[in-house]
């Protein structure tokens, strides 16, 4: 029987749930020659398969155009050899034998030869052949979406049926993936719908405010101004505008948030990004116990960045890090090459993150901190996979964190 090659991956499943306009023949590709259909018995021959493939390279599509036995006949060649080998013996040996004791006894072994042929050959048809076929017409069933394709040859107790019980399995486990898919696609969508509502929300809502907490900022400062020196109410002020920055640092994160800026890519130097960081994180920490230690990598090539949103990155990562330090403490940033990646390492010993909360910690609005958005770690990652990259973290309660940051060299 010619090769069936069904490909029926993962990939292409998850291809599916992220395209809904992909079809069932592009998702799961089923490559069958349709042996014996129309055809002869004992050799075929692989069609060179549809449109799309037909215009493959000839290295890869040469294999399809040979002519290839049947499996039928592959078994038959070998009996039919032994018999042929010992009925040219038998009729060396019986020379010595009287014409027509010869000429009998050599009709009969001959139709013997035929007869065990025509056994094998109907047995292989029973027993190999149509199942073959049966299984060629499921998996093109498969191929085509059919997700109730099944053999009914699986209650045989050989390998023929264990071929079939593994196919209706491997159907039954994908028909589960792929409503299991489906139903993962569905929420995906109605999330990604109500994120941008409120995506939508949130800007009209952060418009309206930032104008009338702009006026607000000014006339505070104007009242902290005419205050006398030693009033009392010079600190409630000075409290006031703390809160209106942190009310215009919200709004700000939710404006990225629903409108992200596209980075502007340069071929620039990474290690002076992350030292820029580092130098205006140690500014946070001048009365506090705690060190930043930034060990650069002398030998990192220029790496194709948007070092303003990087620098954002990288400044959150760290600032996170001297948010989880109770007392002393040391935060480390470190800079290498790894697979044509640059990688950015901020670590620290801090109180770390609860295993349950490491999932959810890039998440919109997701925060255990009691005065933070939940958006700083979720515009980070938007950031870094713009350019291509991506985010890592490792945490362990009272071990502390490291987020580690891998960007491309170069853009594909």
């Not at 998996?139 to 107790?157: E, K, L, P």
């Not at 994160?253 to 890519?265: G, M, N, S, V, Y």
């Not at 001297?322 to 697979?339: C, Y």
């Amino acid at each position: 029987m010619p090769e069936t090659n069904l490909t029926l991956g993962t990939s292409t499943l998850a291809s599916d749930s992220a395209n809904p306009g992909v079809t069932g023949e592009q998702a799961h590709t089923v490559s069958t020659a349709d042996a014996n259909v129309g055809g002869g018995f004992f050799a075929n021959r692989v069609p060179p398969g549809d449109g799309a493939t037909a215009h493959d390279s000839s290295a890869a599509s040469a294999p399809a155009r040979r002519w290839r036995l049947s499996v039928e006949l592959k078994a038959l060649l070998p009996v039919a050899a032994v018999l042929f080998n010992g009925l040219l013996l038998f009729i060396l040996v019986s020379l010595s034998w009287n014409n027509p004791q010869r000429h009998a006894v050599l009709v009969v072994a001959a139709a013997g030869a035929i007869v065990v042929c025509a056994v094998l050959v109907a047995a292989l048809i029973v027993l190999v052949h149509r199942p073959m076929q049966e299984i060629q017409r499921e998996v093109a069933r498969v191929g085509q979406g059919d997700w109730t394709a099944s053999v009914s040859f699986a209650h045989r107790n050989d390998e023929i049926g264990e071929l079939g019980r593994n196919f209706n399995r491997m159907v039954g486990q994908l028909r589960d993936s792929q409503k299991e898919i489906e139903r993962l696609h569905r929420t995906q969508i109605s999330r990604a719908e109500h994120l941008a509502t409120m995506g939508e929300l949130a800007t009209g809502l952060a418009h309206e405010i930032r104008n009338p907490l702009a006026g607000i900022a000014g006339v505070i400062e104007i009242i902290g101004r005419d205050l006398p020196p030693t009033s009392p109410a010079r600190l409630v002020v000075k409290e006031v505008k703390l809160e209106i920055l942190q009310i215009n640092r919200i709004i700000t994160d939710l404006l990225e948030c629903a409108r992200p800026k596209a980075p502007e890519i340069r071929l620039s130097n990474l290690n002076d990004t992350a030292e820029h960081s580092v130098m205006l994180a140690r500014q946070q920490v001048l009365s506090k116990p705690i060190q930043i230690e930034f060990t650069p990598c002398l030998d990192l090539p220029l790496v194709e960045h948007d070092s303003g949103q990087v620098h954002q990155v990288l400044l959150n990562l760290i600032l996170n890090s001297l948010q989880a330090i109770d007392g002393p403490g040391q935060v480390r940033v470190e800079l290498g090459q790894s697979d044509h990646a640059a990688t950015v390492t901020v670590s620290d010993n801090g109180r770390g993150i609860a295993a349950e909360h490491l999932p959810n910690i890039f998440r919109p609005f997701y925060t255990t901190k009691g005065n933070g958005t939940g958006l700083g770690l979720s515009l980070a990652r938007r950031i870094i996979e713009d350019h291509g990259g991506r985010i890592e973290v490792t945490s362990a309660l009272g071990a502390g964190s490291k987020f580690t940051v891998f960007l491309p060299l170069r853009r594909q």
